[in-house]
Nanobody
Framework: QVQLVESGGGLVQAGGSLRLSCAAS????????MGWYRQAPGKQRELVAT???????IYADSLKGRFTISRDNAKNTVYLQMNSLKLEDTAVYYC????????WGKGTRVTVSS
């Protein structure tokens, strides 16, 4: 079992920045990719970014250039640096860890205001 705990969400004005963190615990040796998904009100959950154990990132095309994913394997933590935030970035952001099965955090809410 893998437990994921997200932090760093909150309220930010458009154009601002936030950094999300997700700490993994439990059977961390089994984790390969980690990443972030988000779900906006009334919409389906969508990929934000993932990163392999070796550090190779994959981004949703629409977010390239504004969001940066990184990973500290020593701390079992994945980060999401979000810059130039837009109103449409408002969502609950979920941390994800891929192992034998997929694990999800409970989510952290990001609200971007005008």
């Amino acid at each position: 079992q893998v437990q994921l705990v997200e932090s760093g969400g909150g309220l930010v004005q458009a154009g601002g920045s936030l950094r999300l963190s997700c700490a993994a615990s439990g059977s961390i040796f089994s984790i390969n990719a980690m990443g972030w998904y988000r779900q906006a009100p009334g919409k389906q959950r969508e990929l934000v970014a993932t990163i392999t154990k070796g550090g190779s990132p994959i981004y949703a095309d629409s977010l390239k250039g504004r969001f940066t994913i990184s990973r500290d394997n020593a701390k079992n933590t994945v980060y999401l640096q979000m810059n130039s935030l837009k109103l449409e970035d408002t969502a609950v952001y979920y941390c994800y860890a891929g192992a034998v099965m997929n694990y999800w955090g409970k989510g952290t809410r990001v609200t971007v205001s005008s």
